[in-house]
C-alpha cells in the first residue's frame, strides 16, 4: 500500500503548477481548486462505473448514470442516441461549440487486478455466449474526467461563453458507435461543433503527463475475412486433392511480403494473421480454411493499395497451386471498419500550447502514432470536415513507470485483465485538461491569445 507521504506528495506534484501570467493562475488556480473539490464525488463514480461495466450495445445503465449527472448540471439531455449514447448540451451565451465525447463501453475479458472494486459482471454478448466483463480499455475513467470537466466547467461559466455538447458514445470496441450516432442525426438534431476533443488513457506513459499527435495519430483497422477452397480428400492421397491447407499456408507467407516489399519504408502498416481454422482429423484433407486478419494503414489510399494486394496475393497463390476459378478464396471485408484518427493540426497546436502553459513542457510529450484504432476519427470525416483533436492522458503509477524502465518489466497494458489507471493523478490531470482544451476555444480571453 502506497505510504500517506508519497500520495500526499504525488497530490502536491499534481496540483502544483509552473510559472503562470496572473492572468492564468487566477483560471488555472480556479479550475484546480474546482477539480480538487470534486475529486470525492468523482472517485464514487469512477468506482461505480468500474464495477459495472457493460459492453457495445449494452450501455443502457452506464448511459442512464451519465444522463442524470449531465441533467443535476443544467444541461439539455436526450439519450438513446445510436443505441445507448447520450447527448447532452449547456448553451452559455453568445459563442462557438465546443464537443467533448467520452467512449461507454467494455471489454468481455475476465478481470485480475485484485482491486477492492473490480467487476464481477457478467454479460450475453452478440453471439449468445456469457462472458465476464471489464472496462480493461480506461473507458470508465475517460468518463469519469467527461462528467468532471462537465462539473468545473458549468462552475466557472463566468469564464466562458458558447456552448458544450457533451456526448458518451456506446460501442466504440466495435468500432460501431460513432457511425451510429452520427446516422441518428448527432449533427443535425444537436448543434454542430466548431470543434471536437477526446481523450484516451495511455498505458505507456506515467500519471501526470499529457500525450499528443498531430495529422495521424491512430490508424485504420480493417478486419478481413479469407474463405480458401480446395477438395477435399484423405490424408494418404494428397494428388487426389486440392489442399486448402497448403493454399492457405502460402498465402500467410506471401502476404507478409505486402508491407516489406509494396509499401514504402518511410510509412507504416501491418497485415497480421490472427487466426486460422480448417480441417476436422489428422487424416482428412478438408474442403476450406478460414483466414481472419487485422489490417492497419494511415491514409485512405495506402489502405486501399493494402487491400487490393491482400486479394490479388491470395487469387495467385490459389491459382499457382492449381485452383480453378470456381475454386478461387473469397476475400471479405468486415463492417467494423474503424477509419484513423487524424488530429487536425490547426486545433492541435494551439491546444498544447496550452497544455504546456498550464502543466509545463515536460508534461506534455509529442508521441508517435499509434498503430491501434479508434472511432473517434469518424467525428472528422463528416462533411463539412470538423476539426478534432484526441490526446492521450498518462494512466501508469510513476514508481510503476520507472521501475519498468529500469528493469524491463513490461507494464499491464490497454485490454490487459491487470489494466488500473492510477486514479487520482489520472482523474485530476485529465480533468484540468479538459477543460484547458475548452477554455482555450471558448474562455472569454481567447480572442486576445
Not at 128 to 156: E, F, Q, R
Not at 319 to 326: K, S, V
Not at 344 to 352: D, G, R, Y
Request: neutral net charge; proline residues 7%; hydrophobic residues 40%.
Amino acid at each position: 500500500m502506497r505510504s500517506l507521504q508519497t500520495t500526499c506528495f504525488m497530490l502536491a506534484a499534481v496540483f502544483a503548477a509552473p510559472m503562470l501570467t496572473a492572468q492564468e493562475k487566477g483560471i488555472d488556480g480556479r479550475v484546480r481548486s474546482a477539480v480538487k473539490g470534486a475529486v470525492p464525488s468523482l472517485l464514487s463514480l469512477y468506482h461505480d462505473l468500474h464495477r459495472h461495466p457493460e459492453i457495445s450495445f449494452q450501455e443502457e445503465k452506464t448511459g442512464e448514470k451519465l444522463a442524470a449527472r449531465l441533467r443535476a448540471l443544467g444541461f439539455e439531455v436526450e439519450t438513446k442516441i445510436g443505441g445507448f449514447g447520450v447527448v447532452g448540451v449547456f448553451r452559455n451565451g453568445a459563442g462557438p461549440t465546443v464537443m467533448l465525447r467520452t467512449d461507454t463501453d467494455a471489454l468481455p475479458i475476465k478481470e485480475e487486478t485484485g482491486l477492492p472494486f473490480a467487476s464481477v459482471e457478467t454479460a450475453v454478448d452478440e453471439d449468445g455466449k456469457t462472458v465476464p466483463t471489464m472496462h480493461a480499455c480506461g473507458h470508465d475513467m475517460h468518463m469519469t474526467i467527461w462528467s468532471g470537466a462537465a462539473k468545473v466547467l458549468v462552475a466557472m461559466k463566468d469564464a466562458w461563453s458558447g456552448t458544450l455538447v457533451l456526448i458518451g458514445q456506446p460501442a466504440e470496441e466495435r468500432g460501431m458507435g460513432a457511425t451510429a450516432m452520427i446516422r441518428d442525426g448527432l449533427f443535425k438534431r444537436f448543434p454542430r461543433p466548431d470543434w471536437v476533443f477526446a481523450l484516451h488513457v495511455d498505458s505507456e506513459l506515467p500519471a501526470g503527463r499529457i500525450g499528443y499527435r498531430e495529422g495521424y495519430g491512430m490508424a485504420n483497422v480493417d478486419s478481413v475475412d479469407i474463405l480458401v477452397k480446395g477438395r477435399g480428400g484423405h490424408g494418404a492421397y494428397p494428388h487426389k486433392a486440392l489442399d486448402p491447407v497448403v493454399i492457405a499456408a502460402h498465402i500467410v507467407v506471401q502476404i507478409q511480403t505486402i508491407v516489406s516489399r509494396e509499401v514504402p519504408p518511410h510509412e507504416a502498416a501491418v497485415v497480421t494473421v490472427g487466426s486460422i481454422h480448417g480441417g476436422t482429423k489428422h487424416n482428412i484433407i478438408p474442403n476450406e480454411v478460414k483466414l481472419q486478419l487485422t489490417v492497419r494503414s494511415y491514409g485512405d489510399e495506402p489502405r486501399r493499395k493494402l487491400i487490393d494486394s491482400i486479394k490479388r496475393v491470395a487469387r495467385h497463390v490459389a491459382q499457382a497451386q492449381g485452383a480453378p476459378d470456381d475454386l478461387l478464396p473469397d476475400v471479405t471485408m468486415n463492417d467494423q471498419f474503424t477509419p484513423s484518427t487524424y488530429n487536425t493540426p490547426a486545433l492541435v497546436t494551439p491546444t498544447v500550447a496550452a497544455f504546456r502553459r498550464v502543466f509545463g513542457e515536460s508534461a506534455v510529450t509529442r508521441l508517435e502514432p499509434k498503430t491501434w484504432g479508434e472511432d473517434f476519427g469518424q467525428y472528422g470525416r463528416v462533411e463539412p470536415r470538423i476539426p478534432i483533436f484526441m490526446y492521450f492522458l498518462g494512466a501508469q503509477a510513476p514508481e510503476v513507470f520507472e521501475k519498468s524502465l529500469r528493469v524491463g518489466a513490461p507494464l499491464p497494458g490497454l485490454h490487459s485483465s491487470r489494466f488500473a489507471p492510477d486514479a487520482i493523478p489520472t482523474l485530476t490531470t485529465g480533468v484540468r485538461a479538459m477543460v484547458t482544451a475548452v477554455l482555450e476555444q471558448l474562455g472569454n480571453d481567447a480572442k486576445d491569445r
